[in-house]
């Protein structure tokens, strides 16, 4: 059985950075397309980035309004994806979660529906 466990949530401080860690259990996380999503009050759940599984190249796509501040990481001796967000933004603050899916494909990233498995979500608080 997969579960995605979440930490690291905190303050979101305008120019500051917060890191954000996804760990896994039950298989490995190379084997998955990892990916980061979040979601704001009142707002969709939106794609924030995503590191594609071994198997297909484990190239890193980002949404536009974070590439540059964001970076994803999958560490594969630990089994954990991370979320380093750097210079953040008001806009940043949102609940940030974490999903799973082998067997993704390229067109649907974006799309949460398409993932088979999820963390409980991080709060990301707004701190201006």
């Known amino acids: 059985q997969v579960q995605l466990v979440e930490s690291g949530g905190g303050l979101v401080q305008p120019g500051s950075s917060l890191r954000l860690s996804c760990a896994a259990s039950g298989s490995s996380v190379s084997r998955y397309d990892t990916a980061w999503f979040r979601q704001a009050p009142g707002k969709e759940r939106e794609f924030v980035a995503t590191v594609r599984r071994s198997g297909t190249g484990g190239r890193i796509y980002y949404v536009d309004s974070v590439r540059g501040r964001f970076t994803i990481s999958r560490h594969n001796a630990k089994n954990t994806a991370t979320l380093q967000m750097n210079k953040q933004k008001p806009e940043d603050a949102s609940v940030y979660y974490c999903?799973?899916?082998?067997?993704?494909?390229?067109?649907?990233?974006?799309?949460?529906?398409?993932?088979?498995?999820w963390g409980q979500g991080a709060q990301g608080t707004l701190s201006s």
């Open positions: 999903a799973g899916c082998s067997t993704m494909v390229l067109s649907s990233i974006r799309m949460p529906r398409k993932y088979a498995y």
